[in-house]
């Protein structure tokens, strides 16, 4: 295999300006197989001899930079785990060479691992809340971070508004702030905002006493909830689905929370153009952020549906469309992250609507037309991982180098 560094550099004239959320490409079928290969929903691990794997999970979270997915926690109450129900343990899933690593962690390490949120900022990855198990009788309220090239855990010590103990909440970060809403102790759920500032490590609590929506006085503060997920454009944080052991909601009014005014609205969402119908309720699903879209996709109604649908929120206009992909199995707890190149991961949750089975897959999905730089590496990644693997140590890359086989520098930094 011999690539050549002018092979990854611009992008395709041809697949310029689309995006995964098109509808089906028209054309030749071959053109339209091309596009859907593309931009379909698959499973992106795969089985390597004497490699260890993740067992089954859900609960957990994972997030990703240009070359690796990590997946902190997750619960299952059928596992191999040393410690009860719950994984106390950091993964990372190499995209390049589809292999799992389990990275070393000290006594540092959050023991609340359900329900947390965690999110990437350059090289650490900041763990907040959770619960242990039985959930909900240990809560935290801690903020961990895990420095990726030292492998060490450091709790943070901050102050301020300190929220209450919770899991279940959302964690977003918009403008060097973290925004945390929601939640639940198992027993009382609610959707109180507090806004973290990194230069003070202060908690502020922004929950409004009173929320004004335009043409009207009133509260505009919506109901209690966990398991919901956030995006964000302007100075707006929107809240989609979520909900309590009782109820799930919908997603044809989606509460809107000001980060300038530190107001809430409720704002109507439009209907696919093409169906005329909205997202089902749900709760326990997931979602990503991609541009100014956001990915909604799985989860449960709280009954006995569980789903694998596929929608695409603008969040220029609030319209909500049903994408023709979808996930490859029925799932709710699992949890996703995006890549800076605009793909899409999904890992683990439960995939039996009474909770007894859970899942250990990786699904990936472009979200954009990548540029031909990433698409060739794409393809290189799909078509030969183990190839790939071999070249994790500098002598192989060499020993390779020597026959003839070239990646630029960039890509030899996603393999470790």
């Not at 040393?82 to 106390?88: A, I, K, P």
């Not at 990855?125 to 492998?151: D, M, R």
């Not at 859970?358 to 183990?386: A, G, Y």
């Amino acid at each position: 295999m011999a690539v050549r560094n002018n092979m990854f550099r611009g992008r395709s004239p041809a697949l310029a300006g689309r995006s995964g959320g098109d509808e089906r490409q028209s054309g030749s079928r071959g053109g339209a197989r091309n596009y859907q290969s593309i931009f379909a929903c698959v499973l992106a691990d795969l089985k390597l001899k004497n490699s260890e794997k993740p067992q089954p999970r859900s609960g957990h979270r994972i997030a990703a930079d240009e070359g690796n997915l990590y997946s902190f926690g997750g619960y299952n109450p059928a596992g191999r785990q040393r410690e009860g129900s719950l994984y106390r343990e950091l993964w990372k899933f190499n995209l390049a060479t589809k292999r799992w690593t389990l990275l070393k962690h000290g006594d540092s390490c959050p023991e609340e691992t359900a329900s947390h949120s965690m999110l990437l900022m350059g090289s650490s990855l900041l763990v907040a809340f959770g619960t242990g198990f039985p959930f909900g009788e240990k809560c935290s309220n801690q903020l961990h971070v895990y420095h990726i090239p030292s492998a060490k855990w450091q709790t943070v010590t901050c102050g301020g508004d300190m929220p209450s103990p919770r899991y279940g909440q959302s964690m977003t970060l918009k403008d060097g702030s973290v925004f945390v809403m929601g939640g639940t102790t198992g027993f009382n759920y609610n959707m109180k905002v507090y806004r973290l500032n990194f230069e003070t490590l202060h908690w502020e609590d922004t929950s409004p006493s009173t929320s004004v929506f335009p043409g009207q006085d009133g509260d505009e503060t919506p109901a209690p909830r966990y398991r919901h997920e956030v995006a964000t454009s302007g100075n707006w944080l929107y809240v989609l689905g979520g909900g309590t052991a009782q109820i799930c909601f919908n997603f044809e009014v989606v509460p809107s929370y000001n980060t300038q005014t530190k107001k809430w609205a409720n704002m109507t969402a439009q209907p696919c153009p093409r169906t005329g119908q909205f997202p089902p309720a749900r709760k326990f699903h997931a979602a990503v952020q991609h541009a100014n879209f956001a990915y909604m996709f799985g989860g449960f109604d709280g009954d006995a549906i569980m789903f694998n649908d596929i929608w695409r929120l603008d969040l220029s206009n609030l319209q909500w469309t049903k994408m023709w992909q979808t996930l490859p199995q029925e799932i709710y707890f699992h949890t996703a992250t995006t890549t800076p190149a605009g793909c899409m991961y999904v890992f683990g949750g439960v995939t039996t609507a009474n909770g007894a089975t859970r899942s250990n897959h990786v699904f990936k999905m472009w979200l954009t037309m990548p540029t031909l730089q990433e698409l060739v590496w794409d393809r290189i990644c799909e078509k030969h991982p183990k190839l790939l693997a071999n070249l994790e140590t500098p002598a192989n890359r060499a020993a390779m180098r020597a026959q003839g086989i070239m990646l630029p520098r960039l890509f030899y930094s996603r393999l470790d």
